[in-house]
C-alpha cells in the first residue's frame, strides 16, 4: 500500500492528524501531551495544536442560534492572531 498524502510524509502533519481524529471523536488532548510525547516537534506543535482547536470549534454546529452567534463572534476575536501570525481582515468594498 503506498500512501502518498502530505501528511504520510510528514511527521508534523501526521501529529496534526492524531490530534485533530482525536478531538472529533469527543477526547480533548492536551497540547502538552503532545508536546511531551513528540519532543523533537515541540514548538512546533505548541504553535499548531491550538490553531487546529479554533478551527475545529469554529466549524462545529452549535445547539441553538444565539450560542452560535456568541461562539462566532468569540472565534473571530480569537482568530486575530494565529501563533506568530496576525490575521488581517480584508475589505471587499
Known amino acids: 500500500m503506498n500512501d502518498d498524502s502530505p501528511s504520510t510524509a510528514d511527521p508534523l ?3 496534526a492528524d492524531e490530534f485533530v481524529a482525536a478531538y472529533r471523536h469527543g477526547e480533548r488532548p492536551s497540547v502538552e501531551e ?6 523533537e516537534r515541540a514548538a512546533e506543535i505548541r504553535d499548531l ?3 487546529l482547536v479554533l ?3 469554529a466549524k ?5 442560534s444565539a450560542g452560535r452567534c456568541r461562539d462566532s463572534a468569540a472565534v473571530t476575536v480569537a482568530l486575530q492572531q494565529l501563533g506568530e501570525y ?8
Open 34 to 39: 503532545f508536546a511531551q510525547r513528540y519532543p
Open 49 to 51: 495544536l491550538p490553531a
Open 86 to 93: 496576525l490575521v488581517s481582515e480584508s475589505s471587499s468594498s
Open 60 to 64: 462545529a454546529p452549535d445547539e441553538a
Open 55 to 57: 478551527m475545529e470549534k
Open 13 to 15: 502533519g501526521r501529529i
